[in-house]
């Protein structure tokens, strides 16, 4: 077969040192569908070829690595022999293109990695991230067009969401300059399985037939994983609108019902969804997993068009399809489901044990490759990286460098509460079906996380997924630790005991030595984080080269966090009591205020003074998980009314948020030995203080409340609910700092959001 040029295999992403590793690995040269099958697999996406030496931080990955290697999801048991699967994954680039499929078919993908592992879809979470929305922020045209970008993935995610039947019941909203160029959209989804019926993606039984299964296949997506493996240009990547998949929730649902009963039967062997690289991946990594083989036809692949090539073919990434291995002989009973769900079902293959993937296309071979090459060789970089000289900076910064300001800190945290990052999201989460299926006991909005009751146990589960990009940009390690933690706390805030992670690490270009370090100290805090508050990483998803013409992204771990209480019927909310209350503070003893008072990276500095200085608090990780087993036992136990904790923009936000939440006044001082750490009246407000958490308790229950505190953790009352005075009120040493009726509140914090889109113009859909 005649050699392929540097040009074809450069324009799909594969170096000339690459090119020549699988040469020598072939032992000839390759077909052009050959070429784009290792294209794909060896892409960053697929092969994590500058991540895997950076993840072995994690215990879980270094086992899997070493030992049987991943299925698409993690599981963790919760009892009664049920076991929750969930997962984490971006699709950046293609929602930077098309904002409304690329989020869409972002939610289809990660739902059908839950459903293959044999776990019925209970609830989909996201983390998204845009340049900013507000006038004069930018140029008119990039405003402009995170706007559109904004409004097409909401609506992706509420179009797609909303007719799968998977209520979307968590998630987070974040605006920044640096996302202008390339937006953050982060899917996550979890799933329910009975322990004993969990299914692998592990091909094995020569003989076996090779099913396909689901939509047929067109010429979308081509080469899509490729495409989230470079940077996008200085248009966005517009000129990448046909690797963009499109989307059927429709079929993904009929996919859904029929795949869960094929598993029923018993018939199925192994399954896996074609999501990234498509029909190659699946093909490729279930043969990898097992080291067995599999010999495809691809003139029996379903098709949306005639006479498309075996290249298209193997490298369409086409939605809502899956290959499954069947046992031999009992094909028609998978075929028989899905027939009568009316999706398509077809023997391609069948299963070999030579470890070579074979594909033919009319009569010929296409491609003949052995599985591992393209599985377990792709080579890993180490990059070496560097600390820049403003982390050093950032680590000296003090508050007395702050001018003074012009406007008083009432109306700072007034401003604040209107802008966009910390206003109400009810304008992105009312689009969301949050109900569908009955399973959701916390609503988004009325506590720090979502809680489902599932049936079949009495148990809850919590769930957050959260990050801050800006607090990992001034300080990495500290953002991975803060992004854990957080999520956790937020977990244990609703009363649930913090008990898995699954993470999204999204980062710029790896091989640039700022971002190498970014990422090494960002995934060194994770993994620190998880392993001291006994929460695994059990899945997750890097995505780098989020960067275009206007600059790198904010380097941004995403944390999804699952939490269990024994009874979801204990779980409470933020919303303060409309009745007596005394407001306690309750917050651990071993943190380090680094001298900057909770000041540091905090969006008080960033909003109001228009700097970005300072680190945040690292948290006392021991106190963190005092703090977990605290709330845990004190909501089993009904002492709490509410619980929230202190976080982006403070003492003063959170309060805010407690007040217009449970529609009820409280008075507060925060002069006691629970503010020590602020020497001025604006790091009282804003200070960003991880790990404190306030909660409302009637005062006959003090004492109960008291019993509980382990050494490590500092309790206080503050303050109490003013049920007759719909106000918040904030003194310090005798002086009122911040006084305003909730209805003022409000006001501000919930109208930022529908001003600013009741302004846009143009079809989600459209652009």
């Known amino acids: 077969m005649p050699a392929l040029s540097p040009q074809v295999y450069r324009s799909m992403g594969l170096t000339d040192e690459e090119y020549a590793m699988i040469l020598e690995l072939v032992g000839r040269d390759l077909t052009l569908t050959e070429c784009g099958m290792f294209a794909v697999m060896w892409s960053e996406h697929c092969g994590y070829k500058h991540s895997r030496p950076v993840l072995a931080y994690f215990k879980r990955y270094k086992e899997a690595l070493e030992g049987a290697g991943f299925e698409n999801a993690g599981v963790v048991p919760i009892g009664d022999n049920l076991g929750i699967a969930m997962k984490v994954e971006s699709h950046n680039h293609p929602s930077a293109v098309e904002p409304y499929q690329g989020a869409a078919t972002g939610?289809?993908?990660?739902?059908?990695?839950?459903?293959?592992?044999?776990?019925?879809?209970?609830?989909?979470?996201?983390?998204?991230?845009?340049?900013?929305?507000?006038?004069?922020?930018?140029?008119?045209?990039?405003?402009a067009r995170s706007r559109r970008i904004f409004e097409g993935v909401v609506a992706g995610i509420a179009g797609y969401g909303n007719c799968v039947g998977v209520p979307t019941v968590a998630g987070e909203v974040s605006f920044h300059p640096r996302y202008a160029g390339n937006p953050l959209v982060n899917a996550m989804c979890v799933g329910i399985v009975e322990l004993d019926k969990i299914t692998t993606a592990a091909a094995a039984g020569p003989g076996n037939p090779v099913i396909y299964l689901g939509s047929p296949t067109g010429k979308d997506g081509i080469h899509g994983a490729t495409f989230a493996s470079e940077d996008l240009d200085e248009e966005g990547g517009a000129d990448k609108r046909p690797n963009v998949q499109i989307g059927d929730p429709f079929a993904e649902k009929v996919l859904i019902e029929a795949t869960l009963e094929a598993l029923e039967t018993g018939a199925i062997v192994a399954i896996q969804d074609m999501g990234a690289a498509g029909l190659t991946c699946s093909t490729i990594e279930m043969s990898g997993k097992s080291d067995c083989g599999m010999e495809v036809d691809l003139d029996l692949v379903p098709a949306r068009e005639p006479n498309m090539s075996a290249y298209e073919l193997m490298l369409s990434e086409s939605q809502e399809r899956m290959l499954c291995v069947a046992a031999k002989g009992r094909e028609n009973e998978v075929i028989e489901v899905f027939r009568k769900w009316g999706a398509p079902a077809a023997v391609i293959g069948h299963v070999t044990d030579d470890g070579i993937v074979t594909v033919r296309r009319y009569g010929k071979i296409e491609a003949q490759l052995r599985a591992k090459h393209l599985t377990d060789t792709c080579p890993t970089y180490s990059i070496p990286f560097e600390e820049p000289p403003e982390a050093e900076q950032n680590r000296r910064w003090t508050p007395a460098e702050l001018p003074d300001?012009?406007?008083?800190?009432?109306?700072?945290?007034?401003?604040?509460?209107?802008?966009?990052?910390?206003?109400?999201?009810?304008?992105?989460?009312?689009?969301?079906?949050?109900?569908?299926?009955?399973?959701?006991?916390?609503?988004?909005?009325?506590?720090?996380?979502?809680?489902?009751?599932?049936?079949?146990?009495?148990?809850?589960?919590?769930?957050?997924?959260?990050?801050?990009?800006?607090?990992?940009?001034?300080?990495?390690?500290?953002?991975?630790?803060?992004?854990?933690?957080?999520?956790?706390?937020?977990?244990?805030?609703?009363?649930?005991?913090?008990?898995?992670?699954?993470?999204?690490?999204?980062?710029?270009?790896?091989?640039?030595?700022?971002?190498?370090?970014?990422?090494?100290?960002?995934?060194?805090?994770?993994?620190?984080?998880?392993?001291?508050?006994?929460?695994?990483?059990?899945?997750?998803?890097?995505?780098?080269?989020?960067?275009?013409?206007?600059?790198?992204?904010?380097?941004?771990?995403?944390?999804?966090?699952?939490?269990?209480?024994?009874?979801?019927?204990?779980?409470?909310?933020?919303?303060?009591?409309?009745?007596?209350?005394?407001?306690?503070?309750?917050?651990?003893?071993?943190?380090?205020?680094?001298?900057?008072?909770?000041?540091?990276?905090?969006?008080?500095?960033?909003?109001?003074?228009?700097?970005?200085?300072?680190?945040?608090?690292?948290?006392?990780?021991?106190?963190?998980?005092?703090?977990?087993?605290?709330?845990?036992?004190?909501?089993?136990?009904?002492?709490?009314?509410?619980?929230?904790?202190?976080?982006?923009?403070?003492?003063?936000?959170?309060?805010?948020?407690?007040?217009?939440?449970?529609?009820?006044?409280?008075?507060?001082?925060?002069?006691?030995?629970?503010?020590?750490?602020?020497?001025?009246?604006?790091?009282?407000?804003?200070?960003?203080?991880?790990?404190?958490?306030?909660?409302?308790?009637?005062?006959?229950?003090?004492?109960?409340?008291?019993?509980?505190?382990?050494?490590?953790?500092?309790?206080?009352?503050?303050?109490?609910?003013?049920?007759?005075?719909?106000?918040?009120?904030?003194?310090?040493?005798?002086?009122?700092?911040?006084?305003?009726?909730?209805?003022?509140?409000?006001?501000?914090?919930?109208?930022?959001?529908?001003?600013?889109?009741?302004?846009?113009?143009?079809?989600?859909?459209?652009?």
């Open 107 to 143: 939610v289809g993908g990660i739902i059908r990695d839950i459903f293959t592992m044999g776990a019925r879809p209970i609830a989909a979470l996201n983390s998204l991230r845009f340049g900013p929305i507000r006038d004069g922020e930018g140029p008119a045209d990039q405003v």
């Open 405 to 767: 300001l012009s406007i008083t800190l009432e109306e700072a945290a007034m401003r604040l509460l209107a802008s966009p990052s910390i206003a109400s999201k009810e304008w992105v989460y009312r689009q969301y079906d949050q109900q569908v299926q009955t399973q959701t006991a916390l609503l988004p909005g009325v506590g720090d996380a979502a809680v489902l009751a599932p049936r079949g146990t009495r148990k809850g589960l919590a769930f957050k997924i959260d990050g801050n990009g800006f607090w990992t940009q001034q300080d990495p390690y500290a953002g991975g630790v803060l992004a854990v933690c957080e999520a956790a706390r937020n977990v244990a805030c609703t009363g649930a005991m913090p008990a898995a992670v699954t993470d999204g690490l999204n980062f710029g270009n790896p091989t640039q030595a700022k971002v190498a370090w970014q990422f090494d100290r960002a995934v060194k805090g994770i993994a620190d984080a998880a392993e001291a508050l006994e929460t695994p990483v059990i899945s997750g998803n890097v995505s780098f080269y989020n960067q275009s013409g206007l600059g790198e992204i904010l380097p941004t771990p995403m944390i999804g966090m699952m939490g269990i209480l024994e009874n979801a019927g204990d779980r409470i909310g933020m919303g303060l009591p409309q009745s007596q209350a005394e407001i306690v503070a309750v917050w651990p003893t071993g943190l380090d205020f680094r001298g900057q008072q909770g000041l540091g990276a905090s969006a008080f500095v960033a909003e109001i003074h228009g700097q970005e200085a300072g680190v945040p608090i690292l948290p006392d990780l021991a106190g963190e998980r005092k703090i977990h087993r605290f709330l845990s036992t004190a909501v089993h136990a009904g002492l709490p009314a509410c619980a929230h904790d202190v976080s982006e923009g403070g003492t003063v936000i959170a309060l805010a948020e407690m007040c217009m939440t449970g529609q009820t006044g409280c008075r507060v001082q925060i002069d006691g030995s629970s503010f020590r750490f602020a020497e001025r009246d604006d790091a009282a407000l804003f200070g960003e203080v991880p790990g404190l958490v306030l909660v409302a308790v009637d005062a006959s229950r003090l004492p109960e409340l008291r019993a509980i505190i382990e050494e490590g953790l500092e309790m206080e009352v503050i303050g109490r609910t003013t049920p007759d005075d719909p106000t918040l009120l904030i003194e310090r040493g005798g002086r009122p700092l911040f006084a305003r009726p909730i209805a003022e509140m409000e006001k501000a914090y919930r109208r930022t959001l529908p001003e600013i889109m009741n302004r846009t113009a143009g079809s989600p859909a459209a652009d």
